[in-house]
């Protein structure tokens, strides 16, 4: 099975970066996913890391290593409508994905 | 149909009912899921099924069930429901034939059961 961690809440100015946290322990690894959860609506995807190293996306980064079973989710010039749940999901080599519990990010004015 | 659909949106059950929630996908992905989320504890996988006529199950499966006659449809069907059954229930869909298999949610369902 799968053991992920990631902060349970975070709070960040509009424009301001934002780096969320994720580590896991894993019995079997076949890619890392992030998700946006906006509250009362489905998670849709960001990003999917499955090598080494950074993925930009626009706003959005996502960083993996493999050896230390870490990523993070950099979000950067942070807007009102970023305020979401961000999901950390690792998938294992039958392509099932476990989730974290979600870090709820608040972004203020 | 656009993507995946869930039915209904959402249901107030009384304890010991049979209750099939409906998941439909037009993407021609292989493979589908159900996972409930619930405060704290994020999403948790059901059941699954990679192909059209098998299934597995998830991290909680208890007192769940699904079956998979075709590509688009994936029931989940509570046989008795009981109160601890009370959550959001999402439907999700992937190609994991391709690319890096992203899974696709569908809007939710929200169950209550009294």
Redesign the interface.
């Known amino acids: ?1 799968q053991n992920i961690d990631q902060p349970t809440e975070m709070t960040a100015t509009e424009g301001a970066i934002v780096q969320i946290n994720c580590t896991y322990q894993t019995s079997g690894f076949n ?1 890392l ?1 992030w998700y946006q959860q906006h509250a009362g ?5 960001l990003s ?1 890391n ?1 090598l080494d190293g950074l993925e930009e996306k626009g706003r959005f980064s996502s960083f993996l290593s493999r050896s230390k079973g870490y990523s993070y989710l950099l979000l950067k010039e942070l807007q009102m409508k970023d305020s979401a749940s961000y ?1 950390c ?1 690792v ?1 294992d080599g ?9 870090t709820t990010v608040t972004v203020r004015a | 149909i656009a993507g995946i659909t869930q039915a209904p949106t959402s249901q107030i059950l009384a304890a010991g009912r049979r209750m099939t929630l409906r998941c439909t996908q037009d993407m021609r992905h292989n ?1 589908m ?1 159900w ?1 409930r989320q619930d405060l ?6 059901i059941h ?1 099924s ?1 192909t059209a006529g098998t299934t ?1 199950k ?2 909680v499966p208890d007192g769940y069930s699904v079956s998979r006659a075709n590509t688009d449809d994936f029931p989940l069907t509570l046989a008795s429901a009981v109160p601890s059954q009370t959550s959001v229930y ?1 439907c999700a869909s ?1 190609d ?1 034939m391709s690319g ?9 369902t929200r169950l209550t059961v009294l």
């Open positions: 099975g890619g996913f609506e489905a998670p849709t995807f999917y499955v999901l999901a998938r039958d392509y099932k994905l476990s989730f974290g519990a979600g | 493979a899921y996972y704290g504890l994020g999403l948790r996988l699954y990679n597995g998830g991290e999402f992937s994991s890096p298999g992203e899974q696709f949610f569908g809007p939710g």
